[in-house]
């Protein structure tokens, strides 16, 4: 991926699809790159995905996150910081500016483009999308930019940073905007299969859409007493929820060529020995456990190969999700279905037999007589699942399941990314002050 060093703050001004040789080469597309206003809204739609897959799906964040929730082993280079505990300014900056410049600017774009034109699929995805990045971005950095953003044509380049509660309430109102959009009768264009997740299906959007919702909502169980009745009820919303079969899984689809790989697979063949995958907590649980899983999440398996998918949302997840809802409701018959399909669900994504697995005392959701046995054999199985997904790292934070050990003595397991050295270079003074690795972000208090 291309190096970016410019101000998150200023990044409207500069209109441009910064994908990168690789994804440059995957859209293939007969469009100037740096013109996103003049290019047609299907090309600025597979742009978006694409690098949506590269860089949350890209070392940058689940193999930095990793480290911090024991899943790997950083053992060189800024991973051997990392797992130290030391992440600085500098290492973040690449993540930041693209999340901004290439993904967010150019949905902002598109947004505008369809709006005007009443384009409602394109407005609708738009939105679902930017409700998408912009929930990963603030579970990692806590207050960011969006309200005061994207204005450089405005020649406004230095933008406020949103408390994270309101950027939370923003990821809402896009969801359900985005919702009524996908649920009109479709005009203009429809992008087909340059909608590398759905194929231009509305259908199939309005589901993403309505299980995104319940991983937003269940994020909030630390400030809301109601969260979990909110998922539940959310469940039932027209249009139904992922369920990999009529409505799959949402998932970037890499190709088997090196420059349109899967960027885990990339980093591995380029950075040899900078992350080690074996001997970690998470891989040791999982082997005495004899979890057949395990020899699919290690090098040359299902997470490592050029083709392996960036999983944005899934089944399986949100099967757990819905498990840990009803276990927090009281409703222990509930929590088990969906808590036993989440764990199925992980093993045939990856193509592991699971045979007996459910029936191990370790495992059986009977074996778990009290609630919070229950909420943490719902949280580690999940933890197994979501495996080189940086949503862990969120669940993580907050549950304080499954219990982890800080892999340096008296220091604390980070509990937030640093913000990165552009902003701090060029946005200093809205940037928020007084913040530490250790510093909560706004649910996690």
Same mark, same amino acid.
């Given at each position: 991926?291309?190096?970016?060093?410019?101000?998150?703050?200023?990044?409207?001004?500069?209109?441009?699809?910064?994908?990168?040789?690789?994804?440059?080469?995957?859209? $293939?597309?007969?469009?100037?790159?740096?013109?996103?206003?003049?290019?047609?809204?299907?090309?600025?739609?597979?742009?978006?995905?694409?690098?949506?897959?590269?860089?949350?799906?890209?070392?940058?964040?689940?193999?930095?996150?990793?480290?911090?929730?024991?899943?790997?082993?950083?053992?060189?280079?800024?991973?051997?910081?990392?797992?130290?505990?030391?992440?600085?300014?500098?290492?973040?900056?690449?993540?930041?500016?693209?999340?901004?410049?290439?993904?967010?600017?150019?949905?902002?774009?598109?947004?505008?483009?369809?709006?005007? @034109?009443?384009?409602?699929?394109?407005?609708?995805?738009?939105?679902?999308?930017?409700?998408?990045?912009?929930?990963?971005? /603030?579970?990692?950095?806590?207050?960011?930019?969006?309200?005061?953003?994207?204005?450089?044509?405005?020649?406004?380049?230095?933008?406020?940073?949103?408390?994270?509660?309101?950027?939370?309430?923003?990821? $809402?109102?896009?969801?359900?905007?985005?919702?009524?959009?996908?649920?009109?009768?479709?005009?203009?264009?429809?992008?087909?299969?340059?909608?590398?997740?759905?194929?231009?299906?509305?259908?199939?959007?309005?589901?993403?859409?309505?299980?995104?919702?319940?991983?937003?909502?269940?994020?909030?169980?630390?400030?809301?007493?109601?969260?979990?009745?909110?998922?539940?009820?959310?469940?039932?919303?027209?249009?139904?929820?992922?369920?990999?079969?009529?409505?799959?899984?949402?998932?970037?689809?890499?190709?088997?060529?090196?420059?349109?790989?899967?960027?885990?697979?990339?980093?591995?063949?380029?950075?040899?020995?900078?992350?080690?995958?074996?001997?970690?907590?998470?891989?040791?649980?999982?082997?005495?456990?004899?979890?057949?899983?395990?020899?699919?999440?290690?090098?040359?398996?299902?997470?490592?190969?050029?083709?392996?998918?960036?999983?944005?949302?899934?089944?399986?997840?949100?099967?757990?999700?819905?498990?840990?809802?009803?276990?927090?409701?009281?409703?222990?018959?509930?929590? @088990?279905?969906?808590?036993?399909?989440?764990?199925?669900?992980?093993?045939?994504?990856?193509?592991?037999?699971?045979?007996?697995?459910?029936?191990?005392?370790?495992?059986?959701?009977?074996?778990?007589?009290?609630?919070?046995?229950?909420?943490?054999?719902?949280?580690?199985?999940?933890?197994?699942?979501?495996?080189?997904?940086?949503?862990?790292?969120?669940?993580?934070?907050?549950?304080?399941?499954?219990?982890?050990?800080?892999?340096?003595?008296?220091?604390?397991?980070?509990?937030?990314?640093?913000?990165?050295?552009?902003?701090?270079?060029?946005? @200093?003074?809205?940037?928020?002050?007084?913040?530490?690795?250790? /510093?909560?972000?706004?649910?996690?208090?």
């Amino acid at each position: 991926m291309k190096r970016i060093n410019i101000s998150a703050a200023a990044i409207g001004l500069t209109l441009m699809l910064t994908l990168g040789a690789g994804c440059k080469k995957y859209l $293939d597309v007969n469009t100037d790159p740096d013109r996103p206003v003049d290019a047609p809204p299907a090309a600025i739609l597979t742009g978006v995905e694409v690098t949506t897959g590269f860089v949350l799906g890209g070392a940058d964040l689940p193999l930095a996150t990793g480290v911090l929730t024991n899943v790997v082993t950083g053992a060189s280079q800024q991973y051997e910081s990392y797992e130290e505990y030391q992440m600085v300014a500098d290492n973040f900056t690449n993540a930041w500016g693209s999340v901004y410049q290439g993904i967010l600017n150019n949905l902002s774009e598109l947004r505008k483009m369809s709006d005007e @034109k009443k384009w409602y699929f394109y407005n609708g995805v738009g939105k679902i999308l930017t409700a998408y990045v912009l929930c990963t971005t /603030t579970d990692m950095w806590g207050d960011i930019p969006y309200s005061d953003a994207f204005k450089g044509l405005s020649f406004q380049f230095k933008a406020k940073f949103d408390k994270q509660e309101d950027v939370y309430k923003t990821i $809402d109102a896009l969801i359900t905007s985005g919702l009524t959009d996908l649920h009109q009768p479709q005009l203009g264009p429809n992008p087909g299969d340059n909608d590398v997740l759905y194929g231009g299906d509305p259908d199939k959007w309005i589901a993403f859409a309505n299980s995104f919702r319940l991983r937003v909502l269940i994020h909030l169980v630390k400030r809301d007493p109601n969260a979990a009745q909110k998922v539940i009820a959310a469940a039932a919303a027209p249009g139904g929820l992922i369920d990999n079969d009529q409505l799959p899984d949402a998932q970037i689809n890499f190709l088997n060529d090196p420059t349109r790989a899967n960027p885990i697979q990339q980093f591995n063949e380029q950075r040899t020995g900078y992350v080690e995958y074996d001997n970690t907590f998470l891989i040791n649980s999982m082997k005495a456990l004899n979890d057949k899983r395990v020899s699919k999440y290690l090098p040359g398996g299902f997470y490592d190969s050029r083709n392996s998918p960036m999983l944005m949302l899934t089944s399986y997840e949100v099967n757990f999700i819905l498990a840990e809802a009803y276990a927090r409701a009281g409703n222990t018959a509930q929590a @088990k279905s969906f808590y036993e399909a989440g764990v199925l669900g992980s093993f045939a994504k990856v193509g592991a037999d699971a045979t007996g697995y459910l029936a191990k005392p370790e495992v059986s959701f009977d074996a778990a007589t009290t609630p919070a046995a229950r909420l943490n054999l719902i949280m580690t199985q999940k933890y197994y699942a979501m495996y080189l997904q940086s949503e862990s790292f969120t669940d993580w934070r907050r549950t304080g399941l499954p219990v982890l050990t800080s892999k340096n003595g008296t220091l604390e397991i980070p509990r937030r990314l640093p913000y990165p050295q552009s902003e701090l270079s060029y946005n @200093k003074e809205n940037v928020p002050g007084n913040i530490t690795l250790l /510093t909560k972000v706004w649910w996690d208090q």
